[in-house]
Structure formats: structure tokens, C-alpha cells
């Protein structure tokens, strides 16, 4: 954009000088620096100036892709290759002492471009000399010279302008100026005129002091103290400390707002989160000085106590400076809760995770100091009566600090029910399908702490050793298997939904009705005997599609993988949505359609891409829900897309005609398509393209499960 209008600048500057006094034209004299010639490759010399010209100023060139001459000859000084190439579009030089007035040549690889106006000079602004050559802002500069009084600005670095009705005095042989708070060392210029670029009319003359000034910068002797406390005041002692305008303490923390300043001191309260390291100082010129030595700081000196705690209990911290401290963490990774906390006390909760180690202190400068190693109480396990018991009968657990038991864990990873709780005593009611075998209690911070000898669980319980199905479908008979199965009064399905009707009952075999409203997913089934015992079923998926296992192959499922996520894999069908609900997301179709129905070809952004070994041993499978009141499914005919290859057809049927408004698995034997050995899906489009596809249906979780 500066470019730009740098350019559009230009353009309308230079068709408006037809003169030829100050801005020289050159052979095109008549022409504009049009857009389309700024497009093109040539070289051409629209403009130079100023002429007359001063020697020891500079001579500015403006023309198109001036950034191909190579050099430049004026009489009297060929051959001058130190060229200040501003843009293509303007190149600059230094005129010699020794040019000559006469026409000006630019230099190309193809050849050279001369000047249809003659260069000439008039009598030169110089600069002889300046006082003082070391400056502070705020003092006076006094330049001496020639022709000064025709001097509009002094420029000073870094591009500080001084104009004409700021000097303190002008005459020809000097000027006084009062030296700006932003100037920094370097060249003084000065300038016959405002600049074209700035609004002028002209391109001025600008003439370069010989040697830089310098401009005096603050200094930092000494920081005290050292170290300091965050959040106290620090004195910083130097020089010329009054031109200081902002400190930077470590940690970037940038304070412009000082108690005290002096020239030879600041006095400034130091960021409660500043780290060690060392002070910048930044006058208003902006330059950085920074300090030789680190600023320190202080750490708490502390003591702890108690050192053998329990969890939840509270260690009282005591010590000097503790008012830094903001965080501490305890063995594991934990932080505990600081209260009542001073400049020389704090009490800190110790939390539940903790575990035995040392305890940290982080103050809010980054700074750590590490307290003692604390040991954290465990519960001691004593004894248990009685030595045997039924289900859902209580034991009672004596030992010490049992107040920190979160859970009782009997043999078969079953947890019981803690009714009444101690330091010195737990009692407990026994689970439901709990085994013989060791107790173990867990504590707070997870420590398990065994039984001294074992419990026995007594039960007259019929054995269930299996299924006959891979799961429970509500509404559907689920086989179960095993031995004393007459035993069985009452079986439970999760959400204690009781069955009410069964099929064969054989001592080894009993047929269930899945209850419709049994909750989903993976639980176990209790059974009630006869004699009012308790026992639990292993546990079996209920639901009316099939689990996803740690043996399934998914290929889309909609939900989040690196970047790609189910917006990749919508159809390109317009007539689809990616939902979520109850936390799975899929896609459902919102209007009947012909064409893609699920699309997927962006493995390399974290979609899954799998590599399948032994096709021959898996099963194609997809879940498929279809709304109440939809008609047609049935008759959808698909291909599956695997890899770039379209070979898989499916006619009419791959659909039910309906699922109750239920989700259920369709399953496809790849048989179907005869694949065998390797199938590689780690690249190229997967996905379901046919029709004709109702709306009301809605698909998720493509994959390939062992048969």
C-alpha cells in the first residue's frame, strides 16, 4: 500500500512539472510515470533533481526499474557506483566535489540512458562544524557553516525533524537549535526545503555533517537493593537519568511511572512478577540501555510444620518474605490451598492427591524454594469380622486413620459401600458379585493398603460362564450360559430394569427378553436366587447396535481427529447434516437425494486411514437409524468407495425398511466383494455414494470388525 502511494504520488507531482526550473526532465520529457510503463521492464529516466544542484548534496533520480543501473557518470566524476536504491522507482547519489555541470548518463547491463537537461550547481549549503559534539536533549546545538540561512529543517537521526521556526537563532554562517528528546546519534542533515514526498513541492538539498553527534544516553551505576523484594521500591543510580522515560524489568514488565527521578537517580517499585535479569532503561528516543549487572530477587526463607500430615490437613508455613509466595505444590504434581498467608505466616491445605515428597514454594516471580519432604499418613488396615460373609451383609475394618479411606475394593474389583466411617473403624456392606479373596483399602491420594488375610464370600450362586450372543438387543432373547442356572429367581438389567419375560430355562441354559428400556452400553446383569442371594452376570454390551471394540477398524465415525473432523466428511450431496447427540456425532440425511452420501478424502488431516491385513477375517459394518414415518430405505442401492476404487456394489436391502426410530448395526460380509489379503484405505476417497437415499435417515460409524 505505501507503494502504492508512493507511486500515485509521484505520478501526480510530475505531470504537473512542466517548467523544468528545479525538477530536470529528461528525453520523455512530455510523458506521465504511467501504471503501465511502471508494469514493464524497461529502464527509463523520467525525472532527476534538483538542478541546480549543490555538490556534497544529493542527486535523486526517478524513473521505472531504476534498480538495474549499475552506475552513474556526471562530468567531471564517471563511473560512480555508490547508489542508494530506494525503491525501482527512485535511486539516489552523493554529488562529488569535483562534478562539472553537463548532461548526466545512467549506466545499464544493455547500455546507458543520458539526460536531455543539463545538470548545473549553485553555491553550496556546508557544514563546517557543530558544538558541542556531545549533545544531551534538551541542550543547545549550534551548527556552523555557509549559506545557512537558507537551511528550512535540520534533520537529526533517527529521522528527528527540526523546522525553521523552531531554531533558536539562523544566520548565515550558524544555527541554533534546542535538541529534541528523541534524537539519538548519527549525521546532522540539513535541508534547503520540505521534502517532496512530505508535501513539498521540491526535491530539496540535503547536506551531511561529516561526523556523527552524539547524543547523550542515561546510564545505570548501581541497582539497589540488591536483591530486592517484588513489589518494593528500587533505586537506580547513573547519569543523565532524567531523560529515562520507561524501565523494563525481566519478564518483559514495562513501568513508566517512577516514585522519584532525578538525573542522577530513579526510584521505582518493582512488578510483583519480575524475574531475574537484567533492567533496561529507554529515553524517549527509544534506544535500550541496559543495565551490567542482574537485578535479584528475594526469595521466602520458610520453615514447615507438621512434616507427617495427613491429607486434608493443613502445615503451617513460617518464615520471612512468605507474602511472594503464590503457589505450592505437593509430591505428584498437586496444589494445595494457601490461607491466612502474611509476609511471615501462611497455612496451606494439604490436598487429597498429595503423596509423600518434598513440597515446593513458587513465588510470583518464577522462583522456587523447596520445603521438606513431608510424609503423608496412610490408613493402617488391622483386622475384619466377620472372617466370612454373604453379599450385601456389612463387615466391620478396624486400624488407624480409616477417615482417609475413599473406597473398599473387594476381590473381583468390585467396590462396597461404606456405611459409617472413623478414624478406627469402617463398616462396610459387602457388593454384589464379590469374590473370596484379599480387601483393599484405597486412600485419598490413591494408595491401596491390603488386608492382613483374606475374606470369605459365601454364596449359593449359579455359575454364568457365558452368552450366546454378542450382546443384549432390547426387545430381543439373550441366552445365558452356565451351570445351576434353575437357581436363578430374578434376573436385574443395568438401570434395575427387571425382566419379565423368558424363554427355555434348563439348568444350563436360560432365555431373557432384553428389557426396551434397559440402559445402554456395557454393564452387568444381576441375578437373584431363590434363597434371596446375589450374584452379577459377566458383563455383555446391551444395545441394539453392535460395540465398538478394541479389535474395530473405524474408517469414519464423524467425530474429532486431528484437524479433520465430520464437516469433512458430509456428503457433497446439500442435502445433509452433522449432528451431535448425547455426545456422538454423525450424519443424517435432511432431504431424499441421489449422489454422495458419506465423503471422506483427507487422510493426511488426521482422519482414520487404516491399513487392514487380512480382509478375508473382517466384516464390513455401518449403524443406521431411520426415523419413524419414513417408507423407501429399502430400496436404496449403494457403492462403497474404499481407496479410490469403485468396486464395491450393494443392490436393494443393505437398509432396513425401518428401525423403530433405533439405531442398529448393518453388517456386510466382505465376501460379498471377495476381498482377501491387504486392504489399504490410507489414501484416496472412502465413503457411500447412491441413492435413491430417504430423508430421515441417519448414518455413523463405518468400520470393519473381526468376524
Known amino acids: ?35 503501465d510503463q511502471l508494469g514493464s521492464k524497461e529502464v527509463t529516466l523520467k525525472s532527476f533533481g534538483p538542478s541546480p544542484a549543490m555538490r556534497g548534496g544529493e542527486l535523486r533520480f526517478i524513473g521505472t526499474n531504476l534498480d538495474q543501473v549499475t552506475s552513474i557518470d556526471i562530468p567531471g566524476a564517471t563511473g560512480l557506483t555508490e547508489i542508494t536504491v530506494v525503491t525501482q522507482y527512485e535511486i539516489r547519489i552523493t554529488i562529488p566535489q569535483s562534478a562539472e555541470p553537463g548532461i548526466v548518463k545512467l549506466n545499464i547491463p544493455e547500455g546507458s540512458i543520458s539526460s536531455q537537461s543539463v545538470l548545473s550547481y549553485s553555491e553550496p549549503i556546508s557544514i563546517d562544524r557543530f558544538e558541542p559534539a556531545q549533545v544531551k536533549a534538551g541542550q543547545k546545538l549550534t551548527i556552523s557553516g555557509e549559506y545557512l540561512n537558507n537551511v528550512e529543517e535540520v534533520i537529526l537521526a533517527d529521522g528527528i525533524h527540526v523546522l525553521k521556526k523552531d531554531f533558536l537563532k539562523q544566520t548565515r554562517e550558524a544555527i541554533e537549535l534546542t535538541i529534541p528528546e528523541e534524537a539519538q546519534t548519527g549525521k546532522i542533515i540539513v535541508s534547503d526545503g520540505a521534502d517532496l514526498l512530505s508535501g ?45 522515560k520507561s524501565v523494563v524489568f525481566k519478564g518483559d514488565f514495562k513501568v513508566d511511572s517512577f516514585q522519584t527521578q532525578t538525573a542522577t ?3 521505582i517499585n518493582v512488578p510483583e512478577r519480575t524475574e531475574d535479569g537484567s533492567l533496561i532503561i529507554i529515553p524517549a528516543s527509544g534506544v535500550e540501555v541496559k543495565s551490567e549487572s542482574e537485578l535479584i530477587m528475594v526469595v521466602p526463607e520458610l520453615n514447615v510444620s507438621p512434616t507427617t500430615i495427613k491429607n486434608g490437613g493443613s502445615i503451617i508455613v513460617k518464615g520471612t518474605d512468605l507474602d511472594l509466595i503464590e503457589r505450592v505444590i505437593f509430591e505428584g504434581g498437586i496444589e494445595g490451598t494457601i490461607s491466612d498467608q502474611t509476609g511471615t505466616e501462611m497455612t496451606v491445605v494439604v490436598p487429597d492427591e498429595a503423596i509423600s515428597g518434598v513440597v515446593r514454594f513458587l513465588t510470583k516471580a518464577s522462583k522456587e524454594v523447596n520445603g521438606p519432604e513431608l510424609t503423608l499418613i496412610d490408613p493402617g488396615f488391622s483386622s475384619f469380622a466377620p472372617q466370612e460373609a454373604k453379599a450385601n451383609n456389612s463387615i466391620i475394618i478396624k486400624g488407624t486413620d480409616l477417615d482417609l479411606v475413599v473406597d473398599v475394593v473387594f476381590s473381583g474389583g468390585l467396590s462396597g459401600t461404606i456405611e459409617n466411617q472413623s478414624e478406627t473403624q469402617l463398616q462396610v456392606r ?38 450366546a450372543e454378542n450382546k443384549g438387543t432390547p426387545g430381543e432373547i439373550l441366552t445365558i450360559q452356565g451351570t445351576n442356572l434353575l437357581l436363578i429367581k430374578e434376573l436385574i438389567f443395568p438401570g434395575n430394569i427387571k425382566a419379565t419375560a423368558y424363554g427355555i430355562k434348563t439348568d444350563e441354559t436360560v432365555q431373557v427378553y432384553v428389557p426396551q428400556d434397559a440402559t445402554t452400553g456395557y454393564g452387568n446383569i444381576t441375578l437373584i436366587t431363590y434363597e434371596g442371594e446375589q450374584g452379577l452376570s459377566p458383563e455383555i454390551f446391551i444395545g441394539g447396535t453392535d460395540p465398538i471394540t478394541d479389535a474395530t477398524i473405524m474408517v469414519m465415525d464423524f467425530e474429532q481427529h486431528g484437524d479433520h473432523n465430520g464437516s469433512w466428511d458430509n456428503s457433497w450431496s446439500g442435502s445433509s447434516e452433522i449432528l451431535t447427540e448425547n455426545g456422538n456425532t454423525f450424519i443424517r440425511y435432511t432431504s431424499s437425494f441421489d449422489g454422495w452420501a458419506l465423503n471422506c478424502n483427507h487422510q493426511s488431516s488426521g482422519a482414520p486411514a487404516p491399513v487392514i491385513q487380512n480382509i478375508e477375517n473382517y466384516i464390513l459394518k455401518f449403524d443406521i437409524r431411520i426415523e419413524e414415518g419414513v417408507t423407501g430405505a429399502e430400496n436404496a442401492q449403494l457403492q462403497f468407495v474404499f481407496a479410490d476404487q469403485w468396486s464395491y456394489w450393494y443392490g436393494p436391502n443393505l437398509f432396513p425398511s425401518e428401525t423403530g426410530g433405533d439405531w442398529i448395526t448393518v453388517s456386510v460380509p466382505v465376501s460379498t466383494w471377495g476381498l482377501t489379503g491387504t486392504f489399504d484405505l490410507s489414501s484416496g476417497t472412502n465413503g457411500l455414494y447412491g441413492g435413491i437415499i430417504p430423508a430421515g435417515i441417519s448414518i455413523d460409524n463405518l468400520r470393519f470388525d473381526p468376524i
Open 200 to 244: 513539498g513541492e521540491e526535491i530539496p538539498t540535503w547536506i551531511y555533517s561529516s561526523s556523527d553527534l552524539t547524543v547523550v544516553l542515561p546510564s545505570i551505576s548501581t541497582i539497589s537493593p540488591n536483591p530486592v523484594k517484588a513489589g518494593s521500591l528500587v533505586a537506580i543510580t547513573g547519569s543523565d537519568l532524567d531523560l529515562v
Open 1 to 35: 500500500m505505501k507503494n502504492k502511494h508512493y507511486i500515485l504520488t509521484l505520478i501526480l507531482i510530475l505531470s504537473t512539472l512542466s517548467s523544468g526550473m528545479f525538477f530536470t526532465a529528461c528525453e520523455k520529457d512530455d510523458e506521465m510515470l504511467d501504471t
Open 430 to 467: 459387602i457388593p454384589v458379585g464379590a469374590s473370596s479373596g484379599i480387601i483393599e483399602l484405597v486412600a485419598k491420594n490413591g494408595v491401596r493398603i491390603s488386608s492382613p488375610s483374606e475374606i470369605t464370600i459365601t454364596a449359593n450362586l449359579p455359575e454364568i460362564t457365558g452368552f
Open 265 to 267: 537517580k530513579i526510584e
